[in-house]
């Protein structure tokens, strides 16, 4: 969790902020970070740094597989990648595996 927002920190860091005020987030429900976990890590992790207090949105992203066969995406009902047109299990995930920062605004 931690290093997720660490993520976010270094960014920060490299653009030589000195404030963070806003973060989003694209957080992939196959990354297996919990976005409420993550809300509640923020608090704790940020306080005392530059990103103290800063609003933070998280974007959830689903999981979208690519059947080969139909040549068609999908979002798996299950745990399994199962073609909901051919039914043939697929090894090719298209997202839900991200954690990445998409918007930082600094000061
Ligand atoms: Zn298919």
Known sequence: MENTLNIALDCAKAQNASK????KMRVGDLSGVV???LEFAFDVVTRGTIAEGAEFEIER??????CPTCDRDFEP???FYECPHCHQLTPHIQSGQEIELTSLEVS
């Not at 963070?20 to 973060?23: D, E, Y």
């Not at 992203?61 to 690519?66: E, R, T, Y």
């Open 77 to 79: 009902m299950d745990w």
């Open 61 to 66: 992203v689903p999981v979208i597989c690519h």
């Open 20 to 23: 963070i005020h806003r973060l």
């Open 35 to 37: 976005p409420d976990a």
